[in-house]
């Protein structure tokens, strides 16, 4: 691996094999696929649905069947076939939202961490112990009431 140094004299290895998320994402994508999630925490009866409501997590049978019936109707739509109270950019988002929720249940599998934020009140396992959150600010988290399991 190659070092860069700058003049200032700071040295960092070089980006040669890293990811690089500011080339390999489109920001105008993110922000309209965060529009779409936004839209959507609504449900049908005016309530709303936490943000990460998906990462609590959901068949894969179900997301495959949600990403083909959006995907179809992408295909339809893209070919100027009529696809009630649909647009293209909702679809492209759908069939984004599905296909992640499908690849996040298999990675959860391997890692087993659905990437749940800490909630005031909820429990959570600290080693062999069982602890309810009281706070949480500056990446510390403040515990209260835990008990040894």
Sequence with gaps: MKVETYASGASRSDSTDKLDYANGLSVQVLT???????KHQTLPDGSKREFWNWKRGMSEDR??????????????????????NAELEDLCCAVIFNSSGLLFERLVTQSGNRELPLII???????DETARIKSCKSGEII?????HK
Excluded: F, K
């Design 63 to 84: 997301y495959v069947e949600a990403l083909l019936r959006h995907t179809v109707d992408l295909l339809r739509c893209y070919r100027g076939l009529l696809v009630p």
């Design 32 to 38: 309209r696929y965060l529009e779409y999630l936004q």
């Design 143 to 147: 515990i209260a009431n835990w008990s």
């Design 121 to 127: 009140g909820d429990t959570c396992m600290l080693e």
